[in-house]
Structures are given as C-alpha cells and as structure tokens.
C-alpha cells in the first residue's frame, strides 16, 4: 500500500509541531526536533521524530525506510543538530538499513512503551505473538539513525 499521500498530509502538521518545539512546547521525552541539511538545497531541514535514548546516543526510527527525506539527507550529510527539550546539540548520525539492528531497536521501543509502540507496530503487520524473527522480518522494510553527541550548542 502507497503512503505518500499520508506523508504528504503530515507535512504541514510536522511543520507546526517543529515552530511549537522550538517555543517550548511538545513531548520532549518522546520527541525531538532534528535538523539535517537539504541534500539537494542544501538548506537547513527540522524534523519532529520520536527517539529512543540509549547509552547516551539517540535512536531514530523511519517508518518511511530509506525514502524518508530526513533520512535521505542524513545520508549525504551526516552531520545534525539535534534539539531534546531545551537542550541542543551537534551531531554525527549514522544511517542504517541492517534489520538486525533495527530489530534490536525495536525490542528496547516494544519494552519501554509496550502499548504504543506494540499498537503502531501491529497496525503496520507485526504479529501479535512475534518472535525475533518477526522482529527482523518486520524491520527489513525499516530504516534507523543513531546520533551521537559532538558539541554543546
């Protein structure tokens, strides 16, 4: 099933989300606002994204895989600045498509908020009685950044 129209639609919504950030207001513990840099306009881009924080480093899913622009602009310029409530940073993210690792992602989302991220995971086809298997069979079609700090901003 074709998505676009749904990404499409979500667009100017994440555009508020993103002016709302930035004054304070949203879910700080789930979300974070992440700025890449346009692969082709080269100009600064901000994504609202929910994250995991794990070891100090910020995990990113993409529900879109690799289309995701966000995604995309991280692979031509992998370094970011990241904004975690009022905190704000420098980074350097990491781009992957490994479904072993996006599968171990997944594991840490499904323990830490198991109705959720269970609930939107199932909606997307991941059984409800999953094994790792299932797991990784599901996050083949996924795509993950890890963001490590570099500098305060």
């Known amino acids: 099933m074709n998505k676009g129209w749904l990404y499409r639609l979500m ?6 989300m993103a002016q709302n950030y930035r004054k304070g207001i ?18 600064p881009r901000q994504t609202p994204l929910q994250y995991e924080e794990i070891d100090g480093a910020f995990y990113l899913g993409s529900a879109r895989g690799a289309e995701a622009d966000w995604f995309r602009n991280i692979q031509a310029h992998p370094q970011v600045q990241v904004q975690v409530g009022k905190r704000c940073f420098q980074g350097i993210a ?18 830490r908020s198991p109705v959720m991220i269970g609930l939107l995971m199932r909606l ?7 094994t790792r298997a299932d797991l990784e069979r599901f996050a083949a079609h996924k795509a993950m950044v890890v963001v490590r700090e570099i500098a305060n901003i």
């Open 11 to 16: 667009r100017p919504m994440n555009r508020r």
């Open 94 to 111: 990491e781009a992957t498509t490994d479904p072993a690792r996006i599968a171990a992602f997944f594991q840490v989302r499904l323990q």
């Open 26 to 43: 949203g879910p700080a513990r789930k979300v974070l606002l992440l700025t890449t840099t346009g692969r082709k306009s080269g100009l």
């Open 124 to 130: 997307e086809g991941l059984p409800w009685r999953y």
